[in-house]
């Protein structure tokens, strides 16, 4: 048997290059082999911090029975999903049109066209809760193979002809106004958890896109209901166990409504959204638990997820090895008994920390353990105490076996926590963070863009991979070269940005519709081409493509790049009032165009008092240039002198520009007007 995931450069691939199943990667070599043997091929995706994935690796494919039938009967195919956004989001169409649900392992059989005939997520290794054993369902596609072709070409075409169908509706060519803003307020008031904030039941995610768009409306209309359901949302999220009360950051979600217990994995993407989001709280509100979260997480990215060449690794894992029999078990590094608690701090320190964590014999997770939250709105201790407390809990922590690391660097979750790192420490005076920034846009400009500014999506260990950057990555790199440029007052952040937008324009958008595909008009050809304007994790690469264009086009007056945006937002008008928890990033690109966006040029210090509280401002989207009189970096700086030969600020929007104001408090009086 060939090994042939040895050489991947995804951890989620190597962690299975050495099972008995002979693996292929997605290649055309693979799909040429199932033609020869005239077999089906099984698609197996997942990614490396995916806990039912690991369950069922274990379970089935490291199972030498198993793996022989995979191997007697199919083409096994293994793909890392966040190599491959691409391939996943078309085959999970798929899968949840069938099923009307899909999730992680996804388990698709195909033909030797990749066209798909038979779907499923995890399946148990014997028949349980309704769901066939593994080997039920591959004997009966192999069955069905051999014994009913036919039917199995029929099922496939006929599948693969309505995924054609599926071509989106673009919806209205008009941009969104006042009336779908506002409707979509309405919507997510309705879908509101009141009790626990958050929008819908369990399993809850961080809304952090909508929390965005709730900011910004808020920001332009005065809205204090949409300010209030954000306020509740961070807080209720801050003070659970979502959020790590020792280390700083975010899991990936939580199992229950009140965002007690998370699935532990903590991803790049989720803690680079947050972060910033938890900045813009604190922009808006001053709120010291807004600012010390938002600290708390852009430090965890850098202390836990920066790589040795700069960039951010892409995930922590759920699982780690628990110390007492060790098995690799969900959230061991992170939960706590009140024995163990004693045991590190004393029986006086360590009853006071169950208390502040909410720690009890019961327990809030499995076994008698606790997620660490903070229950009570009033602290058991003082402040000194609690930060003992944590210190010595965190170091006690650090002994136990650690979580695995993803170390691939995702060119999209990079430029999304280049942006959060930027403005966190741009807002709070933390160079250190911007350096980071910094940093890291360094290293995918070197690495991930070659010489005609085309994206690579993934690198490992300084090494460039094979697969090519999709929409979001363009987007997201984009967003975050805009946040350095406005934060350093570097112009090459701007020119690189304008490169990548440039392929957006070119590549990825429909010239007669403007709509935009998730893949490049050259990129490899699937059974349909993957096209999707709603959130998932991150935002979606459209809407996101559709904030950079207009970041850009305030930056340079581009009109090519205003005009493009506007039409890409065309969608939100007509999903945002049906559907706004799933377009939340639609939504706050859209209130940015409503507001201008506001176009503030810095005559004066780059990171003086002038720059941060043009930076601080709430006004949507708004961008900010900063430079010396005279400056040549930033477009927006051009031809503007200062006034009596103090630092002064010009703002204009709508095509329209203020007085220019050479003191903080004109400034933030002009940048805190509400257009509602």
């Known amino acids: 048997m060939v090994n042939r995931l040895a050489a991947s450069q995804s951890p989620y691939l190597l962690q299975h290059a050495d099972n008995p199943v002979d693996w292929w990667p997605w290649s055309p070599e693979a799909f040429e082999e199932a033609r020869r043997r005239n077999v089906p091929v099984l698609l197996s995706v997942g990614y490396s911090s995916c806990h039912w994935c690991h369950v069922m690796a274990h379970e089935s494919f490291e199972d030498e029975a198993t793996a ?28 949840q049109a069938a099923t009307g649900q899909g999730g992680w392992p996804m388990t698709v059989f195909l033909t030797p066209e990749a066209e798909p005939f038979y ?48 071509e989106l509706p673009y919806g209205d060519t008009q941009v ?42 808020h920001a332009r209309t005065g809205a204090e209901g949409a300010l209030q359901m954000a306020v509740d949302t961070c807080e209720r999220m801050a003070r659970g166990g979502i959020y790590d009360q020792l280390g700083g950051g975010f899991a990936r979600y939580s199992v229950d409504r009140e965002f007690t217990v998370p699935h532990f994995e903590k991803m790049l993407y989720d803690n680079a959204l947050l972060c910033r989001a938890y900045a813009h709280l604190w922009r808006t509100t001053g709120s010291e638990l807004a600012k010390r979260v938002a ?47 004693t045991e590190v701090l004393g029986a006086e320190d360590g009853a006071v920390a169950a208390q502040h964590f909410g720690v009890t014999e019961e327990g809030t997770f499995e076994e008698g353990a606790s997620v660490l939250r903070l229950p009570q709105t009033e602290s058991v201790a003082d402040a000194a105490q609690v930060e003992r407390i944590r210190e010595r809990l965190l170091a006690a922590r650090a002994e136990r076996p650690a979580p695995g690391r993803d170390d691939k660097v995702v060119a999209a979750w990079n430029g999304l926590a280049i942006a959060a790192l930027a403005e966190t420490g741009a807002y709070f005076g933390r160079q250190d963070l911007v350096d980071a920034a910094v940093c890291a846009g360094d290293l995918l400009v070197r690495l991930h863009m070659d010489p005609a500014a085309r994206l690579t999506r993934t690198s490992k260990d300084g090494r460039a991979g094979d697969n090519a950057g999709v929409l979001e990555d363009y987007a997201d790199v984009a967003e975050g070269f805009l946040a350095l440029a406005s934060v350093t007052g570097e112009g090459v952040w701007l020119e690189f940005a304008g490169f990548l937008l440039d392929h957006v324009l070119d590549r990825f958008v429909d010239p007669e519709s403007g709509a935009l595909y998730d893949t490049a008009a050259d990129a490899e050809q699937l059974i349909r081409r993957p096209q999707d304007p709603t959130d998932n994790a991150t935002p979606s690469g459209w809407t996101a493509a559709a904030g950079a264009l207009l970041s850009y086009a305030a930056q340079t007056g581009s009109e090519p790049h205003r005009a493009a945006a506007e039409r890409a937002l065309g969608v939100v008008k007509a999903l945002g009032p049906r559907a706004p928890r799933f377009i939340g990033n639609g939504l706050a690109v859209a209130e940015a165009l409503l507001d201008g966006p506001r176009e503030i040029a810095v005559i004066g210090e780059v990171g003086g008092r002038m720059h941060h509280a043009a930076l601080t401002a709430t006004a949507p989207g708004a961008v900010v240039a900063a430079g010396p009189e005279g400056g040549t970096e930033l477009p927006l700086l051009a031809d503007r002198p200062q006034v009596d030969g103090r630092e002064s600020v010009y703002v204009c929007h709508h095509f329209v520009c203020d007085a220019p104001v050479t003191d903080v408090g004109g400034l933030t009086r002009i940048l805190g007007e509400t257009q509602g």
């Open 68 to 95: 022989a039938a995979m191997n007697e009967h199919f083409v096994n195919i293994k793909v890392d999903r966040e190599e491959r956004p691409d391939v996943d989001a078309v085959y999970m169409e798929a899968v």
């Open 119 to 166: 779907f499923g997520t995890y399946f148990p290794p014997e028949p349980r809760h309704g769901m066939p054993s593994f080997a039920q369902v591959i004997g009966g596609v192999r069955d069905a193979w051999t014994g009913r072709r036919d039917e199995v070409a029929e099922v496939a075409g006929k599948i693969t002809a309505d995924l054609a169908r599926r």
């Open 176 to 217: 969104p106004g006042e009336e779908e803003l506002a409707a979509a307020l309405l919507g997510l008031t309705r879908e509101y958890d009141a009790t626990y904030g958050g929008f819908g039941g369990a399993p809850k995610f961080p809304p952090s896109m909508v929390i965005e768009f709730l900011l910004r409306h």
């Open 295 to 341: 600290l708390e997480t852009a430090d965890f990215m850098v202390r836990e997820l920066r790589t040795n060449e700069g960039g951010f690794a892409s995930a922590l894992d759920a699982d780690s090895e628990d110390p007492a029999t060790g098995k690799s078990v969900e959230g061991a590094y992170y939960v706590w008994t009140p024995a163990q608690l």
